[in-house]
Each structure stands twice: as structure tokens, then as C-alpha cells.
């Protein structure tokens, strides 16, 4: 009659293996949440460029760029992480219930705050920008082309001190600043400038 042999894994084999799975999570897991996190950028990116195609419109039809959202109809969809500002210190539409209050008032759009609760909220005020960019919409200037615009967004994507911050402009920019200021230096015209990327940071 013939033995049988029992096979298995050894405590040392298994604890190798484990050893092995942990050693991949902690690096696999801190790319997965940059990557997320940059996926949540792209939210900022869209909308934007639908400001500028708006503000764009509206220019063709009343040859002036408004800082009113209901007049050049933005109104992006619910669960945004980014505030948006058509001028900075004007009053923001706010997402708190599940009804949203219509006004032609509103100067932007404040982050859902229904979804994603109070602490995310950014204000009415655009935060002092790292690249030097003026957020708002700005006055004529007396040479040709004529009125610029800009437009803002701010959002706390990985809840975090610091937040993700971008703008776009109907003009070409050179942005310049230091320290936290990650726009690209030279920024072309409707092209989104990422001024402090809180994924980096």
C-alpha cells in the first residue's frame, strides 16, 4: 500500500508571500490616488472650456464679456469638486440642498456642497493665486483686441491644506510666478492653466 504524501505551503512560504502583496500595495496604492486625483482635474479642464466657449458667444451677440453666469449661461452639472469664478469676490450660487436657487445675480459657482459637504466649500473669494493671475473679468483695454476675460476655478480634490487651482483666458498670458505656480509659462488663449496643481504639491 502506497504512502500518501500531503502537500502544502510552509509558514515561511506564506509569509513571503505576504511580504510580497504588502510591498506591492505601498506602491501600487499611492499611485492609484495621484492617478484619481488627476482624473478629478479633468471636471476643472471641461468646464472651463465651457466658460470660454460661453463667454465667446456671449461676446459675438452683445460685443462685451459678462461676469454673470445666468447671462452667458453656465450652469454646470451637480456634483462639481471646483468652485467657478467668473469674478472673484461677487456672489456664488450655492449647492447645499437638494434645490438650487436660479438668480441671474451670481458671479459663479460654488463646489457641491450637498455631495461633498461644507469642508470642501472654497468661498466667495478666489484664492490669492500662485502665478499672478487676476481672476475676474477685466475692464477694455484701450489698444486692440479689445475686453479679455478671465475665469477661475478652485477645488480640494485630495483633501488636503492645499487646493487645486486653475484659470483661462480669452488672451494669450505669460504667466509668471514662483513657489507653487505650476502653469505651463507660456498659455495660449482658451487653453486651461493649471496655476497650483494639488496633485504635485
Known amino acids: 500500500m502506497k504512502k500518501l504524501v500531503q502537500k502544502g505551503f510552509t509558514l515561511i512560504e506564506l509569509m513571503i508571500v505576504v511580504a510580497i502583496i504588502g510591498i506591492l500595495a505601498a506602491i501600487a496604492i499611492p499611485n492609484f490616488i495621484k492617478f484619481q486625483a488627476r482624473s478629478k482635474q479633468s471636471e476643472a479642464k471641461a468646464n472651463l472650456k465651457a466658460i470660454f466657449t460661453a463667454e465667446k458667444a456671449f461676446f459675438q451677440e452683445k460685443d462685451r464679456f459678462s461676469s454673470l453666469t445666468g447671462e452667458v449661461g453656465f450652469e454646470p452639472e451637480r456634483n462639481n469638486r471646483y ?36 469642508g470642501f466649500a472654497q468661498g466667495a473669494t478666489y484664492p490669492t493665486d500662485p502665478c499672478s493671475v487676476t481672476p475676474g473679468v477685466t475692464p ?62
Do not use: H
Not at 469674478?87 to 436657487?101: H, M, V, Y
Not at 436660479?102 to 457641491?112: H, L, M, P, R, S
Open 83 to 118: 468652485a467657478y469664478y467668473l469674478a472673484s469676490g461677487g456672489i456664488l450660487e450655492l449647492r447645499q440642498t437638494t434645490q438650487i436657487t436660479q438668480a441671474t445675480t451670481y458671479n459663479g459657482i460654488e463646489v457641491d456642497e450637498f455631495k461633498y459637504g461644507s
Open 140 to 201: 477694455a483695454s484701450p489698444n486692440p483686441p479689445g475686453p479679455t476675460f478671465t475665469a477661475t476655478a478652485s477645488g480640494n480634490i485630495d483633501a488636503d491644506p492645499v487646493v487645486d487651482m486653475w484659470s483661462i483666458s480669452s488672451e494669450t498670458r505669460t504667466v509668471s510666478g514662483g513657489g507653487n505656480c505650476t502653469a505651463d509659462t507660456n498659455n495660449p488663449g482658451g487653453e486651461p492653466a493649471n496655476d497650483q496643481n494639488d496633485v504635485n504639491l
